[in-house]
């Protein structure tokens, strides 16, 4: 017997078939494409006008002025202080002359700060308001000549701790 290879034909008609839906196929993927670039450049585009907003908005940012604790008025700047650095120390008081010294530039800062604008050592005198209790700490006045005729008095407490003794003068506001 024979063997005979048999092929069937394809249909015609159903290349067309192949090739119609190839290209629909094509088309609907570059749709598709076409589709993901437009929104992907919609939205591109806003953030791109988003951040020209915010880059003109940060360029007329103005900074706000910053108020100080003591505000004066330009036209009138107030007085600068003058502190006396020479080598003499007011008179009196517990302590030897390093910490004197110590406590002598700590109260003419406070005393400049609070109105006293010309400190002065001749005529300013100490006075003893607490003798050293156990621990040794003890408080004194300080009477500050201004170097305008007026005095200022200030309370300095000096605190011995690990061989030095720490001084703090109160503040008051004028």
């Known amino acids: 017997m024979e063997s005979t290879n048999f092929t069937p034909d394809p249909p015609a008609g159903s290349n067309k078939n192949r090739n119609l839906i190839i290209g629909v196929v094509v088309a609907i993927v ?20 988003e951040t020209q907003r915010a880059i003109q908005e940060f360029q007329n940012f103005e900074i706000p002025e910053i108020a100080t604790m003591m505000p004066f ?3 009138n700047p107030p007085e600068i202080p003058q502190l006396d650095f020479s080598d003499s120390l007011p008179p009196g008081g517990l302590t030897d002359d390093s910490t004197r010294l110590t406590a002598w530039d700590s109260v003419q800062i406070i005393a400049a700060i609070s109105g006293c604008t010309t400190p ?9 308001v607490q003798q050293p209790d156990s621990s040794g ?6 009477n500050v000549n201004c170097g305008d005729g007026t005095f200022k008095p200030y309370k300095v407490n000096f605190t011995p701790e690990n061989g030095v003794v720490n001084v703090d003068v109160e503040f008051s506001f004028p």
Request: net charge negative.
């Open 137 to 142: 700490a003890w408080t004194e006045e300080w």
């Open 120 to 128: 002065t050592v001749e005529g300013t005198t100490i006075a003893v």
């Open 30 to 49: 570059l749709c598709c494409c076409c589709a993901a670039t437009a929104v992907a450049g919609y939205y591109g585009y806003q953030a791109y006008v």
């Open 73 to 75: 008025d330009p036209q």
